[in-house]
């Protein structure tokens, strides 16, 4: 068996037909969309996020600017410009780039970001808000993958769903989305114990950990849809999944690194920007 593959290319190009139609609407009553990016970092991995961020806003008619604060920045800095750009009428969505200055943690300064702009759900209230129910900005990631597998018609109603990865900007919430699917969900992380066992009775199997082919096929039940979140970076200037390709050869559907959750991800954050919190995916 070889799996399906579940690109994004295809989804990810029609939301920014969408989001560049209401950019234009927005464009011409005179109030153009509004994206404000604030790094803190010399991370040229990050600089080459925030750069194809800028040039995928610009083609779809979002303004988009850069606030690089430097990487002497200090959380009261980060927090001031947070909270200014909130303040600002003529600003529809505020992302921070991680990673942060040595000594400044996320959950330190993201607070400053106004919910109703956080358009990559980095604020803790974001992330209250969705376990509540609420309105509020999924992480666009997150977001992205619950996206992927409804393009694919992937039932999540009463599904096994297991998470590998327990993060604020990913696990968690993705978590909260899957469980408002209906999904049955359970979480691991780097303290479970026999990972293994613990995968292979997903259905859905999401790994969003940060390791190269953490995800090998004794992980994944036969026929289970398998979508890889990671994102890492290879040698030779390549980028490798948490899951490694051999699982094809087990699974029914499997998400590819590059060109699975990424486009759908970027495509998310402008989508959000344009189509505010309460019409967010």
């Known amino acids: 068996m070889t799996a399906n593959r579940l690109g994004g290319a295809e989804l990810a190009a029609r939301l920014r037909a969408q989001v560049a139609e209401r950019a234009a609407a927005r464009r011409a009553e005179g109030r153009p969309a509004r994206l ?19 040039s995928a806003a610009a083609k779809v008619g979002i303004d988009c600017d850069v606030a690089d604060l430097g990487t002497a920045a200090t959380a009261g800095d980060l927090t001031t410009q947070l ?38 759900g980095a604020n803790p209230l974001s992330l209250g808000r969705l376990a509540a129910g609420q309105p509020a900005y999924a992480p666009a990631t997150a ?6 597998l409804d393009e694919y018609a992937v039932d999540l ?30 979480m691991c992380h780097s303290r479970t114990r026999d990972l293994a066992a613990v995968t292979s009775t997903a259905d859905v199997l999401v790994a969003a950990v940060g390791r190269t082919h953490l995800v090998t096929p004794e992980h994944v039940r036969p026929g289970a849809v398998v979508v ?54």
């Open 83 to 120: 909270a200014t750009l909130s303040a600002d009428p003529g600003v529809d969505g505020v992302m921070l780039q991680t990673p942060l200055p040595r000594g400044v943690a996320l959950a330190e300064v993201s607070g400053a970001i106004d919910p109703a702009k956080d358009v990559d």
């Open 36 to 54: 404000v990016i604030v790094t803190a970092t010399d991370d040229e991995a990050s600089a080459w996020y925030v750069r194809s961020i800028a």
């Open 143 to 148: 977001a992205a993958v619950v996206a992927l």
């Open 228 to 281: 890889d979140v990671g994102t890492n970076p290879t040698p030779d200037g390549g980028l490798a999944g948490d899951v490694d390709p051999a699982v094809s050869e087990v699974a029914a559907a499997l998400t590819p690194v590059p060109g699975g959750v990424g486009p759908v991800t970027t495509a998310l954050l402008l989508w959000h920007t344009v189509a505010g919190v309460t019409s967010a995916l």
């Open 157 to 186: 109603t009463g599904v096994r769903a297991v998470v590998v990865g327990r993060s604020a900007v990913v696990g968690k919430p993705l978590a909260h989305l899957l469980l408002d699917r209906d999904a049955t969900v359970t």
